[in-house]
């Protein structure tokens, strides 16, 4: 690996450590609040939207200039949104705009490692990214829990450093004044980014080419036959695991009798699991084996109807190490090859928005869904049951269109190689 790919994972890492933060932060401040319950949800919902309104727009400003200056520019933006909420902006909005943030750093994030890197190094450097945002997500939920933590932010406003006036007098104003540094500190290190050398297709003014322009890469990727499988997958993934936060912060209030904070490091145990499986697929996987991982994301589905029966907090975590492993270990090859087919198909930054659009058009599915079932006071046993269920049988069903592509496959080469 180049210098420049441990510089990228870096700026990533101080990046999600903040976004995975302020949504704990978040969810605090709502509860300040006294908002209802079904608004947490909706926080990764409004933090998505930007994903999908603005998919056309944010891979062509990605390969429009330098990644490492979209990276910076999307930081800024972040920035901007935690800002809003330090001062009073409703959580909904602010964190809203952070995703608008998030939305144009991704395409660049991921754009880079195909401009950086030859494709036999994908699936590793997918592994080493997705292993360390997971890793970030632990110790950003990790971190966000600990700064809403009443005896935390007790000792911490105690502080009287003579000569320094913070102007911080709350709980939610500390916690979001550290977070802010974070997305500051990645701000610094996309400075140190190098520049591929790839050259950068002008920026469109027209949304109507924009617009149609994204269509057609959509229409390619879903038509080609392993683009569509990779699609299939990560779009699922993505929208099951935003769903997965909120049913375990439920699962642990419910089942384990934990507090939010207390709750926010069971999310962080699963994320130690992704990060787990995570590396193993780079490790053993090759991008010509990355369909083979299906069965895991089958597992996995399964697996997670074991939650409604767990009551002790070791069994517990146990159980997220599993789940969170199948998941690392069956996403990072379906992410990684579906990376290498959009950039042979259309470019890095128009294929990295096709997928985010659909992955995060799931997230908005996925959570909308949840939040309506638990405005409906349904359970959360009702609810593990039906997404895992959901789950496996989604990725099953993407096993048999995968299977029926390779037969159609074959059926055309057996007839090319009777005509020569």
Not at 21 to 32: E, G, K, S
Not at 41 to 63: I, N
Not at 134 to 149: E, K, N, S, Y
Not at 226 to 240: K, M, N, R, Y
């Amino acid at each position: 690996m180049t210098r420049g790919f441990y510089i990228i994972m870096a700026a990533q890492f101080f990046s999600a450590l903040g976004d995975s933060a302020l949504l704990i932060a978040a969810i605090a401040i709502l509860r300040d609040m006294q908002a209802p319950a079904a608004y947490e949800p909706l926080l990764k919902l409004f933090f998505t939207v930007s994903y999908v309104v603005l998919a056309a727009l944010v891979g062509a400003f990605a390969d429009s200039m330098p990644k490492w200056r979209v990276m910076l520019i999307s930081n800024g933006i972040k920035m901007l949104g935690c800002s809003m909420m330090y001062f009073g902006v409703h959580p909904l909005i602010a964190y809203a705009i952070v995703g608008l943030g998030a939305a144009a750093y991704s395409p660049a994030k991921y754009g880079i490692l195909t401009e950086l890197l030859p494709p036999r190094l994908l699936v590793v450097a997918n592994g080493w990214i997705e292993g360390l945002t997971v890793g970030a997500i632990v110790i950003g939920t990790l971190a966000g829990g600990f700064l809403i933590d009443p005896g935390f932010v007790e000792r911490a406003l105690a502080l009287d450093i003579p000569g320094l006036e913070t102007g911080i007098d709350t709980p939610a104003e500390l916690a979001i004044s550290i977070i802010g540094m974070l997305y500051g500190i990645a701000a610094l290190i996309n400075l140190k980014i190098p520049d591929t050398g790839v050259d950068h297709k002008p920026l469109r003014s027209n949304p109507v080419y924009l617009v149609h322009e994204f269509i057609h890469c959509s229409k390619l990727l879903w038509r080609d036959r392993l683009g569509q499988i990779s699609l299939a997958v990560t779009t699922l993934f993505w929208g099951a695991g935003a769903t997965l936060q909120f049913i375990v912060i439920k699962w642990g209030e419910t089942n384990l009798n934990l507090s939010l904070s207390k709750a926010s490091m069971i999310q962080g145990v699963f994320a130690i699991g992704v990060a787990v499986g995570s590396v193993l697929a780079a490790r053993m996987i090759s991008l010509r084996k990355s369909i083979s991982v299906l069965p895991l994301g089958i597992a996995m589905g399964l697996i997670v109807n074991v939650m409604v029966f767990v009551h002790d907090l070791k069994l517990a975590m146990v159980l997220m190490i599993i789940i969170g492993a199948l998941a690392g270990f069956f996403v990072v090859p379906m992410n990684a090859l579906l990376q290498h087919r959009g950039h042979i198909l259309m470019g890095a930054g128009h294929s990295i928005a096709v997928q985010n659009f659909n992955e995060n058009l799931s997230i908005l599915a996925m959570t909308g869904l949840y939040a309506l079932l638990i405005w409906g006071g349904l359970s959360v046993h009702a609810v593990i049951v039906m997404f895992g269920m959901f789950v496996a049988g989604t990725i099953f069903l993407v096993k048999l269109r995968h299977e029926a592509n390779q037969r159609e496959y074959d059926s055309v080469s057996q007839l090319e190689d009777c005509r020569h």
